[in-house]
């Protein structure tokens, strides 16, 4: 993330973005295998995903985006299902299921923030922020949203514009709370009931 802003701008620097994507999208195709959800469901979605991107890389076809982003959505919303399946399936914590934690509010905000991006790629103007209101939000802009409205942090200077936009940014933040209530707050009374 910290990496973003100095290749968005950047020379070729969409192609970095979307080889650094497809590498993500194979490291959690991967864990997907050790939850309990089906690594040929994430994969089966992947590979659609990946030949978006590489068309987007090869040939420039930005009018794909909106398909990749609705895909990458769907495989992230699915991956961080997988882990919290993962999380809840025992009465303890583990080292790994709080790192599953961090990694799954991560895969919660990118799908957060590829639905942003479908939904300013189907309805131009629907983000504004301070700098340069009318033009369309990057994808670093889009993801600091998306991790302000899941922390609950506050919506910071990018706001959503239209209907539908509020309703998903609405839906961003019922999740992230339902997420820490639900999920981090038992790990952690496991955590503590553990160390009693």
Do not use: C
Request: aromatic fraction near 12%; proline fraction near 3%; hydrophobic fraction near 55%.
């Amino acid at each position: 993330m910290l990496l973003y802003p100095f290749i968005e701008d950047a020379h070729g620097g969409r192609n970095v973005f979307n080889a650094f994507g497809i590498v993500v999208l194979v490291i959690t195709t991967r864990m997907v295998r050790r939850t309990p959800g089906l690594a040929w469901v994430s994969a089966s979605i992947a590979g659609p995903i990946i030949v978006l991107l590489a068309l987007q890389m090869a040939f420039g076809m930005r009018e794909l985006l909106p398909w990749s982003s609705a895909l990458e959505a769907l495989f992230y919303f699915y991956a961080a299902g997988s882990l919290i399946a993962y999380m809840m399936e025992d009465r303890r914590a583990t080292s790994d299921e709080l790192f599953a934690a961090g990694a799954t509010f991560t895969l919660l905000a990118w799908a957060f923030t590829h639905l942003f991006v479908l939904i300013q790629a189907l309805h131009p103007g629907t983000f504004a922020a301070a700098v340069n209101a009318d033009a369309a939000r990057t994808w670093t802009e889009l993801n600091y949203l998306s991790f302000a409205l899941l922390s609950s942090t506050g919506i910071g200077d990018v706001i959503p514009l239209t209907a539908h936009a509020r309703a998903l940014a609405s839906v961003e933040m019922f999740v992230g709370l339902m997420y820490l209530a639900a999920v981090v707050a038992r790990l952690i009374g496991f955590t503590v009931q553990g160390n009693k």
